[in-house]
């Protein structure tokens, strides 16, 4: 059956991304990299508030202690909410300045990960400890993007999409040591390419595929495909599910790279949409620090 998609934003956005749920406030969170914005979407009012962060923002995670947390061009940030005052705590990767930022998550123990993006191999997977040290977790990778835990927290899955796989690895939520690194999704190529990614209540993973004009439903267990959404954008970027019963999946997308005869086809391309995929997610985690 074909799934219902509406376009709650028309926001245009050069590359939206990064949505997570903050379930205590009933709001969406969500950030334009290439805009350098921060965005804060109610659904009760269908109001988004758009916060100019002044350079690339790579994602965003409620902050436990008040105000958002932002991985960024250049390092890691607090910003504060209503001022939107901007707070550095670190930038790991001062000197390499082709890299940025990228997508990032929350562990169930409130440790802020994120990963880092430029040239073939150059990123590295950052952990962002409650108190405020980060720490090198992955070298290696090209485009870090989606991560995820599995519901009992033992299992951390994680994209560097040009690998087009869903890796996973064993979790210590003790530590956030993690080992044993395996492949458990293996996306084709006309599928487009796995970039954000959260767990459903399931333990299913919910992918955006980038170029893919979907988000799809894998199976970490098996690896299979379970469920499709069509998107009306072809970057698909990232998804997270929200509202009340957190039963709705809202999904970023961009604009950026798309030319405007392909963008005819594509109106709403940096739309934030929203489904209703039939299952449930689970609470996004805020930074414990
Ligand atoms: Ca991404």
């Avoid at 209503?82 to 790991?92: A, E």
């Avoid at 333990?203 to 069509?230: F, N, T």
Wanted: proline share 6%; aromatic share 8%; hydrophobic share 40%.
């Amino acid at each position: 059956m074909p799934h219902h998609i509406e376009l709650v934003l028309d926001a245009k956005a050069e590359l939206g991304e990064g949505a997570i749920w903050d379930d205590a406030r009933a709001l969406l969170y969500w950030v334009d990299i290439v805009g350098c914005s921060a965005h804060v979407y109610d659904p009760a009012s269908n109001s988004d508030r758009a916060i100019d962060i002044g350079e690339l923002v790579g994602t965003v995670v409620p902050r436990a202690s008040g105000g958002l947390m932002l991985a960024l061009e250049h390092g890691f940030a607090h910003l504060e909410l209503p001022s939107g005052k901007l707070d550095r705590i670190c930038d790991p990767e001062r000197g390499v300045s082709t890299n940025r930022f990228n997508d990032g998550k929350c562990d169930p123990a409130g440790r802020f990960w994120a990963g880092t993006m430029g040239k073939a191999g150059s990123g590295r997977l950052y952990c962002l400890f409650p108190d405020l040290t980060a720490k090198v977790m992955l070298e290696g990778v090209t485009t870090s993007n989606g991560i995820a835990w599995d519901l009992d927290a033992k299992t951390m899955y994680y994209i560097d999409t040009p690998t087009q796989k869903v890796d996973a690895f064993d979790y210590d939520l003790d530590t956030g040591a993690i080992s044993n690194r395996r492949t458990v999704v293996t996306v084709p190529g006309d599928m487009g390419h796995p970039d954000g990614m959260t767990v459903d209540a399931e333990g299913k993973l919910w992918v955006a595929h980038w170029d893919g004009w979907h988000v799809h439903r894998w199976d970490p267990k098996g690896g299979e495909l379970m469920e499709s959404i069509p998107v009306p954008a072809a970057r698909a970027t990232s998804c997270a599910f929200g509202g009340p019963d957190l039963d709705e999946l809202y999904i970023t997308t961009a604009r950026a790279g798309i030319d405007d005869s392909a963008l005819g086809e594509q109106p709403h391309a940096g739309g934030l949409f929203r489904a209703r995929p039939g299952v449930r997610g689970v609470e996004a985690f805020a930074f414990a620090g």
